[in-house]
């Protein structure tokens, strides 16, 4: 051992310290700054005065920063409960033996994650657009024949007419709902990919022997699927919720002033960003940093605590 | 009973098919509209959805597609080709030498028993769940007080370290590269470097080519780094350029859209052709992971 130890000399050290370097200057620096700047107010980046836990206080008291978070909330259980299930089922139909064109299909699916956030922000902006925006010309199309179907009659007030499709504010009023299906455009794809994988560990013996002892598709994915796919499906439910959390760039180019009417569309890392680089308050912006790292351990205390309690069963 | 079954498995077959094409188009219509759109002019682009509609084949007007857009885009005063050098050198630059540090770190942690690993390999798995966020307001402060802001340096160096690329060097490490080979060439006696350039990264080439791509996608859609560091208009890459020209020249679409069209096709292109390269590499990592 002490042979080997004097043969590669400073080595190992020389491996790990360009590394060691910059990981000290840009990130441990900066996170153990973030501590002071959090408890500061600042005027720019260059003066400041120590303010104790005042951010603290006026973020809990901010209706602003209320509204982001329950923004960021309701984005996150869109992510959890309508991305992921989507994701999950293009992973079982791909998953089929004999698929012609699974790789073609895999590819398609996976590739909106290529394009950047702030170019798919962009893109989105103009999809979502009153009367000429794609989505509402696809939706005052579909509309239209029903609409005039039941012209004039009793059900008429049900179906909503093409011009109402025309006029729906996505990027305002509906910022959310808008953000959502954006995010599941790009990521979908994304996290197929682990569904994919995780499907492998899946027994093939034992969805046949559920068949034959006569469970029908359902029963199969719930007794025999869903259970071999747990751990990986609860990795990747905390993933979504952390990136969840994490949604700036989407937001920020796609809605008017970045947040949509009456913050609408506003979402913590949004807030955090126009507080610090708009308003200028660098010091708040720390503040709601460590508020978001708080709510983020949280979840992954949470996850930790399931998956014990799956282990343990 | 044969038949019946063919038949019943053929029409589920086709269900399944039918699902997947919807999904297919459904992913595939907004690029397919990015992509008409910046080749029509203003007019058409009001006029029609998809297409312009003309006398041409399929009853499309082809010959009133027009490059217009793209002229306007690299001409002044936008000079998206400014931008596209940013984004090509600050992508590649992050990309090899984030690769080269983070694979030899990882390298080293997986190799070499040495005073201070434990705490290094600690710090590494900690580190991986700080929130980016979280350090964007004292980051900002931070180069600033090194005089890095509106330099590239500023955008690159806090890029180049990335704590999950040393973690994942580390575990390729342990699983692809035996402990004896490198022992007989030190016995042969190859010095330290000259064993990690030839035969260290050599056996971690597949994580080597899917990190190279991951960190210069990554960097190629950066918009908070350069959009709070770079100001001088000149060192702007594309994510920031074309997120400036959508607040200022926001009725012109198919100029917006030639201009998303150019952002996001190199990277496009790039990973279809090292597509390969990248899923070998993350099916390797994700394998030999469990």
């Known amino acids: 051992m002490s042979v080997r130890r004097a043969s590669v000399g400073l080595a190992p050290w020389c491996f790990v310290a360009p590394f060691a370097v910059l990981f000290v200057l840009f990130t441990l620096i ?10 500061s107010h600042t005027f720019g980046p260059s003066a400041s005065l120590p303010v ?6 006026s973020a809990l008291d901010d209706p602003r920063f209320w509204v982001a978070l329950r923004n960021t909330f309701l984005f996150a259980a869109g992510s959890v409960f309508i991305q992921l299930p989507v994701s999950l089922a293009l992973a079982l139909l791909l998953n089929r033996r004999r698929l012609v064109g699974r790789g073609v299909f895999r590819l398609l699916f996976f590739s909106p994650q290529l394009v950047g956030l702030v170019f798919a922000g962009v893109l989105a902006s103009v999809i979502f657009q009153k009367q000429r925006g794609l989505v509402n010309m ?13 012209a004039g009659g009793r059900l008429e007030a049900w179906i909503p007419s093409p011009t109402e499709m025309l006029a729906l504010p996505w990027l305002e009023t509906l910022a959310l709902p808008a953000l959502i299906l954006t995010a599941l455009w790009m990521y979908a794809g994304f996290n197929m990919i682990y569904f994919l994988a995780a499907l492998q560990n899946v027994s093939r013996d034992q969805l046949e022997s559920a068949m034959l002892d006569g469970a029908g598709p359902i029963r199969r994915f719930w007794h025999v699927t869903l259970p071999a796919i747990q751990p990986v499906a609860v990795f990747v439910v905390l993933l979504s919720i952390i990136g969840s959390f994490q949604l700036f760039e989407l937001p920020y180019v796609m809605l008017p002033e970045g947040v949509g009417l009456q913050d609408r569309g506003l979402t913590i890392v949004t807030y955090l960003f126009k507080s610090g680089f708009e308003a200028g308050d660098l010091g708040y912006a720390a503040a709601i940093g460590w508020m978001l790292a708080i709510i983020l351990a949280g979840f992954a205390i949470a996850q930790r605590l399931v998956s014990r309690e799956g282990a343990l069963r | 009973m044969m038949p019946r ?15 997947l094409l919807i999904a297919s188009v459904v992913v595939a219509v907004p690029l397919f509209y990015l992509v008409v759109s910046s080749f029509k002019s203003e007019a058409d682009f009001l006029d029609s959805v998809f ?11 082809w010959e009133r597609l027009t490059t217009e857009q793209f002229r306007e885009l690299f001409s002044p005063p936008i000079g998206i080709g400014r931008a596209m050098l940013n984004s090509i050198f600050l992508a590649s630059v992050t990309s090899v030498l984030g690769t080269l540090i983070c694979a030899s770190a990882g390298y080293a942690l997986a190799v070499y028993r040495f005073r201070g690993r434990a705490a290094a390999e600690w710090i590494v798995i900690a580190a991986l769940v700080i929130p980016p966020p979280l350090l964007i307001a004292p980051s900002y402060r931070w180069l600033y007080q090194l005089g890095l802001l509106d330099s590239y340096w500023g955008v690159i160096l806090p890029a180049v370290a990335p704590v999950f690329g040393v973690y994942l060097f580390k575990q390729a490490t342990v699983q692809s590269l035996p402990r004896s080979i490198l022992e007989a060439a030190r016995l042969d006696g190859a010095n330290e470097l000259s064993l990690f350039l030839s035969i260290g990264l050599p056996m971690l080439r597949p994580m080597v080519g899917a990190f190279l791509i991951i960190t210069f996608l990554a960097m190629w859609n950066n918009f908070i780094g350069p959009q709070i560091v770079l100001q001088s208009a000149s060192k702007q890459p594309l994510s920031v350029v074309i997120y400036l020209t959508q607040t200022s020249y926001y009725a012109d679409y198919g100029l917006l859209m030639a201009g998303t069209l150019v952002s996001v096709l190199p990277v496009m292109v790039l990973f279809l052709l090292l597509q390969r390269e990248f899923i070998t590499g993350l099916t390797a990592g994700a394998v030999k992971g469990e």
Request: hydrophobic letters at 55%.
């Open chain 1, 52 to 57: 104790g836990l005042e951010k603290f206080a």
């Open chain 2, 5 to 19: 079954l063919t038949a019943r498995v053929s029409v589920g077959a086709l269900a399944v098919y039918a699902v």
């Open chain 2, 51 to 61: 297409l312009p509609k003309g006398d041409g084949l399929f009853g499309v007007g």
């Open chain 1, 30 to 39: 900066p996170l153990v700054q973030s501590v002071p700047l959090s408890l």
């Open chain 1, 138 to 150: 696809a939706l005052a199309a579909f509309v239209e024949p029903w609409h005039d179907l039941v």
